[in-house]
C-alpha cells in the first residue's frame, strides 16, 4: 500500500475518534481542542494524500475509490454529531448529505459510461467552506464567533446546493446515457 493510500486509511481510522470525543466526556475540558485537531489531521490528510498521489503518479483504483468515501465519512460523522449535539438542524445536515450521495451516484453512473466526472471549483469551494465550519462548531468559542460560525453554516449550505446544481447542469449528459 502506498502512502497516499495510507494516509486515505488513517484518516478513516480517526473517524471513530472524532465521534468519540465530540459525543463523550473523555478529554473533559480539552473535548472540544482534541476534536478539532482529530478533524484538522483528517482533513489534511485529505489534500496531502491526494497531492502525494498526482505529484509521484501514485494514482490508484483504491485511492480513486476510497479517499471519497474517507472525504464523506469524515464530514457526515462531523455534521451527525452536530446534530446530537444541537448545534446544526436535521434538514441542513440532509441536504448536505444527499448532496454527496447525489455526486456519487452521478460519479458512479459516469463511469460505467467510461466518463470521469472531475471536481470542479464550487465542489472544492464547498469543501473548504464545510471544513472550516466544521472547525468553528467544533470549536464553539462563542461570542462573536457565533456570528462567524452563522455565516459558515449559510455559505456551506448555499455552496452545497450551487455546486451540486453545477455538477447536475454540467453533467446532464450522464442522465441522459440511462435512457
Keep these: ?48 494524500d491526494g497531492y502525494l498521489a498526482r505529484k509521484n503518479h501514485l494514482v490508484t483504483n483504491f485511492g480513486k475509490f476510497m479517499d471519497p468515501l474517507a472525504d464523506k465519512l469524515l464530514v457526515c460523522s462531523a455534521l451527525i454529531c452536530f446534530i446530537e449535539l444541537g448545534k446544526l438542524p436535521v434538514w441542513i445536515v440532509i441536504i448536505i448529505i444527499a448532496r454527496e450521495f447525489i455526486i456519487s451516484g452521478f460519479r458512479l453512473i459516469a463511469a460505467e459510461n467510461g466518463v470521469v466526472i472531475a ?18 462548531l467544533i470549536l464553539d468559542f ?3 464567533f457565533d456570528v462567524i460560525e452563522t455565516i459558515f453554516v449559510w455559505l456551506s449550505l448555499a455552496l452545497t446546493v450551487i455546486s451540486l446544481l453545477t455538477y447536475i447542469i454540467q453533467n446532464r449528459k450522464i442522465l441522459s446515457m440511462q435512457e
Excluded: C, H
Design 1 to 48: 500500500m502506498n502512502t497516499p493510500n495510507k494516509l486515505t486509511v488513517g484518516r478513516m481510522i480517526l473517524v471513530p475518534f472524532l465521534v468519540v470525543f465530540m459525543l463523550t466526556g473523555w478529554g473533559g475540558e480539552w473535548n472540544r481542542y482534541i476534536s478539532a485537531v482529530i478533524f484538522i489531521v483528517a482533513s489534511v490528510t485529505d489534500w496531502f
Design 119 to 136: 471536481a470542479n471549483y464550487w465542489g472544492k469551494f464547498k469543501t473548504v467552506s464545510q471544513m472550516v465550519m466544521i472547525i468553528l
Design 142 to 144: 462563542g461570542g462573536a
